[in-house]
């Protein structure tokens, strides 16, 4: 697992140890900048965050602020360990725990909103919910949803979602403000 492009281009990052965090490959990293293109000077939220590798990215391609949030002890490490491997600590901000207590509390918004919960356990809509329900998003701000290509989303987010794209056993949902 890698940075793809932007100022820490080609840096390796450290993935979560076990088998409990189902890592982002490369290409569906790309899948999901290409359809985003830009992020600079965005401020980034990253869900169920794991490694941190897709608030990291979004970094690397010129975003001003990532708050990784994961409930993991060994996710939370390993974050810690990725930033201080790229050296962003000040552009970063790391939260442990449950994305349903961040997401009813925070007092930010954001304009990308990364979520890569676990597949299959049915917290996309969940998590969804909480964001829009609390008003999360900037007015031209953008959700960003990695999901099992099984797991469809609620038909009541079908007016904001944007993209969809499926490779492999993932499907990638855009979803607007």
Not at 61 to 67: K, L
Not at 121 to 150: F, Q, W
């Amino acid at each position: 697992m890698r940075i793809i492009t932007g100022k820490f281009k080609k840096a390796h990052l450290f993935s979560v140890p076990g088998k409990t965090s189902r890592p982002t490959t490369d290409y569906t990293k790309e899948v999901i900048f290409s359809i985003l293109y830009d992020c600079k000077d965005k401020k980034v939220l990253d869900l169920y965050a794991g490694s941190g590798s897709l608030g990291l990215e979004a970094l690397s391609r010129g975003a001003s602020f990532a708050v990784f949030v994961d409930l993991s002890n060994k996710a939370i490490t390993t974050i810690i360990r990725n930033i201080n491997k790229l050296g962003c600590k000040e552009n970063c901000l790391i939260r442990k725990k449950k994305i349903s207590v961040y997401l009813n509390n925070s007092p930010e918004k954001y304009d990308l909103i990364f979520l890569d919960p676990p597949y299959k356990k049915n917290l996309v809509d969940k998590t969804l919910e909480a964001i829009y329900e609390n008003d999360l998003l900037n007015p031209d701000g953008k959700v960003i949803v990695e999901h099992s290509k099984d797991e469809k989303l609620d038909e009541k987010w079908a007016f904001r979602i944007e993209k969809q794209k499926i490779s492999g056993a993932t499907r990638i949902s855009i979803l607007g403000a």
